[in-house]
C-alpha cells in the first residue's frame, strides 16, 4: 500500500501563492493517479484536483480551475499543487489521496493545513 506524506502548507495573504507536495513511497504515481482534496472546518472534504495514472489526463474542481496546477515529478514519485492567487476560502487541510479513482484500497496523506488570510 502507498504511504504518502503532505508538506508546503502555511498562512498567506489573499492573492498569494503555495506549492504544496505530496511525496509517495511504495507505489508510483504514474501507474496509479492521484488526487487533492480539501476540508474546511466545518464542511465535507471535497475534490480539488487529480491525474490519471494512464495518460496523465488532469482534472480540477470549478473553484479552483485556473489557479491551481497539479504536477508531478516520476523520479521524485512526488506530486505537486501549485495554488495561485489564493482566496480566503481557499482556507482548509489539503490532503492527496492514491490511487484515484479512489477505491477500497486508496491510502490519504495525514494532510497539510493551508490558511489564507483577507
Known amino acids: 500500500q502507498v504511504q504518502l506524506v503532505e508538506s508546503g502548507g502555511g498562512l498567506v495573504q489573499a492573492g498569494g501563492s503555495l506549492r504544496l507536495s505530496c511525496a509517495a513511497s511504495?507505489?508510483?504515481?504514474?501507474?496509479?493517479?492521484m488526487g487533492w482534496f480539501r476540508q474546511a472546518p466545518g464542511k465535507e472534504r471535497e475534490f480539488v484536483a487529480s491525474f490519471s495514472g494512464s495518460g496523465g489526463m488532469t482534472y480540477y474542481a470549478d473553484s479552483v480551475e485556473g489557479r491551481f496546477t497539479i504536477s508531478r515529478d516520476n523520479a521524485k514519485n512526488t506530486v505537486y499543487l501549485q495554488m495561485n492567487s489564493l482566496k480566503p476560502e481557499d482556507t482548509a487541510l489539503y490532503y492527496c489521496?492514491?490511487?484515484?479513482?479512489?477505491?477500497?484500497?486508496?491510502?490519504w496523506g495525514q494532510g497539510t493545513q493551508v490558511t489564507v488570510s483577507s
Open positions: 489521496a492514491s490511487p484515484y479513482p479512489l477505491g477500497p484500497g486508496s491510502s
Open positions: 511504495g507505489r508510483t504515481f504514474r501507474s496509479y493517479g
